[in-house]
């Protein structure tokens, strides 16, 4: 069975009982958290959100049922799968139990290799059923022609323009990243991150790119070639939106001149860019003072220019990228991830670094949120 | 998962979770929300029990804002960890958001 759909919260005020299972389903490779109370299970859903609740019926103060009552009630608990674990065999007891909406009632003289296999065969049986959703909604998706990232990478003469993007436990989520080119002069280069995760951010995000794509393209036709212009103009437009203007996104919008390899930049709170300055060999952070899209009227967004020379870098990132699964829980570290970068830019190969090694299958298994990166490249 | 404390001028809510994250984000704004709408509508929300906060509960948490904005309110912030604080400036949170060390500089 993968690393999800491992943790099972077990509840039994019988300490022997607990010991007993949780040691048969650990040796299965499960990660058991026990309750000897409802108080105590609850304590542990507040704090962490297993794939399976166990639970008996026959306890002090709270019992089962009304535990069951409490889980369906929490709109955070409700769903996770409920198999009641029991010593009561009365049939109309029984009824009363899988009538509360649980998945099975298992008895407690069950012999304890059979109630390991159930267990496994509810998880593996949600497994299969939670793979299947995807791949429908992926399917639907392709079919709609539905893309938060773009299918082909832009080619501009003097640059190496590439980008990279890594979904989050198969799920597509809230980035999103897309190039623009306006008359073969200028190259527009968006990237963004929903406020969300997974599916809910997934789907606004083609919302928002809606909006930028029209405001960089009407922006441009009127003349408008200022990021901060544009960035306001599309800030305007979210804040009232009756859906997005409650989801809010990050956004990092830069502009390439071809020519002069000055690149406009302007961002709606998102991270600082990396630049890495070929004559000095070394990275410096750039920053944008604008807020996210769809706080307030004035995003207060300004425009920062950077003079990309020959052999420098660009490098800009959605949040992903700076969270990770650390031993003490998870972290946001901005500085780490410049000290990463600083190591692999300015080299001849520094986008297949970043490419096999910030974003190897071994190091992806660290991100906690899905993650993008576009790279610019003057040559 | 969140615990209230009267305050003179505001109500001080404390997030009561280690991970503020999406699992959380909605409840979260829907218990302000509730706040708000029985006439708190000064919040200070307190970070001293959160070690992780991810972008959807700041999401969450912005909206809650806006939400207090439009009834003359406000959200303000205390207690981050060094992370979050360091996260609340490179987003520019920081300017959305009052943000306070701790709760006795509200009065400094």
Request: net charge negative; proline share 3%; glycine share 6%.
């Amino acid at each position: 069975m993968s690393d999800k759909f491992k943790k099972i919260l077990l509840l039994d005020d019988e300490g022997f009982i607990l010991q007993v299972i949780s040691k048969a389903l650990g040796r299965e490779g499960f990660e058991c958290m026990v309750a000897s109370s409802v108080v105590q299970a609850i304590d542990i859903l507040q704090q962490e959100t297993p794939d399976i609740i166990l639970s008996d019926y026959q306890m002090p103060i709270i019992n089962g049922f009304d535990f069951r009552k409490i889980v369906l009630r929490d709109k955070r608990w409700r769903t996770i799968p409920f198999v009641f674990f029991t010593s009561v065999n009365d049939p109309e007891h029984i009824q009363t139990g899988l009538d509360m909406q649980v998945v099975d009632y298992i008895h407690k003289d069950t012999p304890i290799p059979m109630v390991v296999s159930k267990i496994n065969n509810i998880i593996g049986t949600i497994k299969r059923q939670h793979e299947k959703s995807i791949q429908e909604i992926r399917t639907a998706a392709e079919a709609l022609n539905l893309r938060s990232v773009p299918a082909q990478i832009p080619v501009i003469e003097g640059y190496n323009l590439r980008f990279l993007y890594q979904s989050f436990e198969d799920c597509p989520g809230g980035d999103f990243i897309d190039f623009i080119q306006i008359d073969g002069k200028y190259t527009f280069a968006v990237l963004g991150d929903v406020m969300g995760k997974k599916w809910g951010a997934w789907f606004f995000s083609f919302n928002f790119l809606s909006y930028i794509r029209s405001a960089i393209r009407l922006c441009v036709f009127d003349g408008d070639f200022s990021t901060a212009s544009i960035l306001q103009k599309i800030n305007r437009v979210i804040v009232p939106d009756p859906v997005l203007g409650d989801v809010l996104s990050t956004l990092s919008l830069l502009m390439i001149e071809h020519e002069t390899g000055k690149v406009h930049y302007s961002g709606a709170g998102d991270l600082p860019l990396v630049w890495y300055k070929a004559v000095q060999n070394e990275c410096f952070s750039v920053e944008s003072s604008g807020l996210l899209l769809g706080v307030l009227p004035d995003g207060q967004y300004d425009e920062k220019i950077i003079n990309l020379q020959t052999g420098d870098q660009l490098i800009v990132v959605s949040d992903g990228l700076i969270d990770s699964e650390t031993p003490d829980g998870k972290k946001s570290d901005y500085d780490l991830f410049f000290k990463k970068m600083n190591t692999v830019l300015g080299k001849k190969e520094s986008f297949d670094l970043i490419k096999n090694v910030t974003f190897s299958t071994e190091n992806s298994k660290e991100f906690v949120d899905d993650c993008s990166l576009i790279f610019i490249e003057r040559k | 998962m969140i615990e209230t404390l009267s305050r003179s001028g505001y109500l001080l809510v404390k997030i009561k979770i280690k991970e503020a994250n999406l699992d959380v984000s909605d409840q979260f704004k829907t218990e302000l929300i509730n706040l708000i709408d029985q006439g708190e509508t000064n919040l200070m929300v307190s970070f001293s029990d959160v070690a992780y906060v991810d972008s959807s509960f700041l999401g969450a948490l912005v909206s809650v804002l806006k939400y207090a904005m439009a009834k003359q309110g406000s959200v303000s912030v205390v207690d981050l960890n060094k992370d979050i604080k360091n996260l609340f400036t490179l987003i520019r949170m920081n300017k959305v958001f009052k943000v306070y060390n701790t709760e006795q500089d509200v009065f400094a």
